[in-house]
């Protein structure tokens, strides 16, 4: 499902509103980050020269990165606050007593998790009849069956299959088949020849045969199994898109037959696959990247059979590495957190497991914590914020110089067809078929996935349903859906420092305000404008808007590519202005359509200044509190190359920089830093 997301984090859950839980159980909750921090702000810094170490200096130093986070920020204060609320109510669902089946449910699969002794006893045990499964192909055709087995039970290998909405038509979902099959984070820590991806690809094959021998292969043999690996996922990486080519929709349009895709790429026997994997029978499909499949046909025949079963132990082994004992954990993570994220030590255990329910069973879960965080009112406040900021893009449209009235006409049409999604889905999810166990977690982590790939392909050549969230309702996020046209916050989001019931306007604003109109924007980014009011890729734009469009799209991302993200001993790493385009829009968008609500509201006559900051000065400096973060060198170099979203220092001196008010409101003018020369502006 394409989503653009707020910022990325793999999971992320919150607190809550109102905390009214008194019990025992309670412990070690932090208190509330608070919305707008003087005691954060730098005040030796010149908010002209560099806005980010004036909003966010004193904080960024007296918060060093944790031993067990690669980056810490003021979004991960709330999600690490959040960790402990959902302890809390796991631990009152496991416990014995009285509970709702869903309780019962949430509160095993966390006691699973928990219990080491049990998945110490079992050590490879629940790995080997599915490693015995790989040994017993024979042929090609039971490799393909094996994919098929793996893809339903969420097992990633080879290539993907999901549901999407048909990109020409949004009412019906399809299914789609595209590129995939890579174990690290891009294609090109495969294929680039710089020093850092010769180490990184050097320290991937020392942990591939690391964890071929805990899966009982002796050393010699695990280290070419080690080599086979990255031999055949380097091949899978040649044959996939680059990344920032895959954001235009238009890349992955490739609507065929089943016979079609089929007969291109005879080797992948995907007549079987399809009767396989558990899908609903279908006669027609989209191919995320055609050529992938080309090209790994031959890949399928000049690699042998036992290189491929190689692979598929591979793929096997590392998606049950955290669910089995403490020797495969801790690899998995001398790998993955500490070496490609510069994690200098493991969560504890119990904010791992917290994490892994919230993942597997999360709108369960999330029930729970709806019931307990999540006030009334919650959905009616939000609403009122996001009307207003309905309104500013309105106003904001109309206002546009360089945009005829008939492309404008579209874009109210847009505008009005948005639907807003606040808080928690209408109905929750049932996930009564679900077993688990308590002593069972790699078995109930399998049961669990494949549950959700079910779920998913159930929705195959099927109306498309719109009502289906992308986040668990804990998660400290939001995402806009081109083919849906909605914009979503999740309850996490909707709470201090993004919202406070007892903070200023101007606070609110700066905070999810701006959150509201980046969400609004990714409609109308270089991705989100290629798609109608329904959601289908249907160009509602004049010849001449477009290319208005694309200059004012091209100034942001050249402006973006100049900012350096990482600068250490091996060198120095700049932002992708390509790659980033999108998020960077929504960005300036948001803060502007955030701005004019505001003004809408409190109008232009200057209230009495709080903390010694008036309304504009305190907008904009909750903007930048939101972003205050600290970031190893290692996970800003990862995110550069995978990450949509620039680091935050950029999201807020970028998008100030080009910002007329907040220069207006710190006073700052022309030849200093945050006055762009060249200010780039879409929206
Ligand atoms: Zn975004």
Request: glycine share 8%; hydrophobic share 35%; with cysteine.
């Amino acid at each position: 499902m394409m989503t653009r997301v707020f910022f990325v984090l793999s999971v992320v859950l919150t607190a809550t509103f109102c905390l009214a839980q008194t019990s025992a159980s309670s412990e070690g909750v932090p208190k509330e980050i608070p919305s707008f921090d003087v005691t954060a702000i730098d005040k030796t810094a010149d908010p002209c020269a560099d806005f980010y170490q004036y909003a966010c200096g004193t904080w960024m130093k007296n918060n060093p990165v944790p031993g067990d986070k690669a980056r810490w920020g003021r979004f991960d204060e709330l999600y690490e606050r959040n960790l402990y609320i959902l302890r809390d109510l796991l631990n009152e669902a496991k416990a014995p007593g009285k509970h709702a089946a869903t309780e019962t449910m949430v509160g095993a699969y966390y006691g699973s998790c928990m219990d080491e002794s049990t998945i110490e006893k079992k050590g490879t045990a629940p790995l080997a009849p599915e490693l015995e499964r790989i040994h017993g192909i024979k042929t090609k055709a039971d490799l393909i069956r094996q994919v098929a087995y793996m893809h339903r039970n969420s097992t990633p290998a080879l290539f993907a299959f999901y549901p999407q909405p048909d990109l020409h038509d949004s009412m019906a979902t399809i299914a789609v088949l595209d590129q995939g099959g890579i174990t690290l984070p891009d294609r090109d820590y495969y294929l680039k020849d710089d020093a850092k991806s010769v180490e990184t690809r050097q320290k991937y094959v020392e942990h591939l045969q690391k964890m071929f021998e805990l899966a009982g292969d002796k050393a010699e043999v695990a280290a070419a199994e080690a080599k086979t690996v990255l031999t055949v996922e380097t091949g899978l990486a040649q044959s996939s898109m680059d990344r920032t080519v895959r954001r235009d929709p238009k890349t992955r349009d490739h609507k065929m037959t089943v016979a079609e895709i089929a007969g291109a790429a005879p080797n992948f026997d995907l007549a079987v696959y399809f009767a396989d994997n558990g899908s609903p029978k279908f006669t027609s499909l989209n191919v995320g990247n055609p050529d992938f499949f080309k090209q790994v046909n031959e890949q399928l025949n000049s690699v042998a059979l036992d290189d491929w079963k190689v692979y598929l132990r591979w793929k096997t082994i590392n998606d049950y590495a955290t669910t089995l004992t403490k020797a495969f954990v801790e690899e998995d993570f001398l790998f993955n957190g500490k070496y490609m994220s510069g994690q200098q030590e493991m969560e504890p255990r119990w904010k791992r497991c917290v994490k892994a329910t919230d993942a597997n069973l999360g709108m369960a879960l999330g029930k729970l914590y709806v019931d307990r965080t999540f006030g009334a009112d919650g959905k009616e406040r939000t609403l009122k914020l996001v009307q207003a900021i309905e309104s500013a893009m309105r106003q904001d449209v109309g206002e546009l110089t360089w945009m005829s009235d008939t492309t404008k006409k579209k874009a109210y049409e847009k505008l009005d067809a948005i639907v807003n999604n606040i808080g928690y889905p209408d109905t929750w999810r049932d996930y009564s078929s679900v077993v688990v166990k308590a002593d069972d977690y790699a078995g109930n982590a399998v049961r669990a996935g494949a549950f959700e790939v079910q779920r998913q392909y159930k929705k195959i050549d099927r109306p498309t349903d719109r009502k289906d969230w992308g986040m668990t309702p804990p998660t400290v996020n939001a995402y806009y859906r081109p083919p849906m046209n909605d914009i979503n916050f999740p309850a996490g989001i909707l709470q201090p420092p993004f919202y406070g019931k007892l903070m200023d306007d101007a606070v609110n604003f700066g905070g999810i305000g701006v959150v509201i109109g980046h969400e609004l924007t990714h409609g109308f980014d270089d991705q989100g404008r290629k798609y109608d009011a329904e959601g289908n890729l249907r160009d509602w734009w004049t010849a001449d808007d477009g290319k208005e469009f694309e200059q004012r799209a091209d100034c942001t991302a050249k402006e973006y590519s100049g900012f350096v993200s990482v600068k250490d001993d091996k060198g120095e790493v700049k932002l992708n202005g390509k790659l980033t385009l999108g998020e960077n829009t929504a960005d300036n968008g948001g803060l502007k359509l955030a701005y004019m609500a505001l003004t809408s509201i409190i109008g232009n006559t200057p209230a009495k200044p709080i903390d010694g900051y008036t309304a504009a000065q305190r907008f904009f400096l909750s903007y930048g509190q939101i972003w205050c973060q600290n970031v190893t060198d290692q996970e800003a170099r990862k995110r550069v190359l995978t990450d949509p979203h620039s680091p935050g220092r950029w999201r807020v001196n970028g998008a100030v920089q080009n910002s007329a008010a907040f220069q207006q409101a710190f006073g700052c003018t022309a030849g200093q830093p945050m006055v762009a020369a060249n200010a780039c502006r879409v929206w």
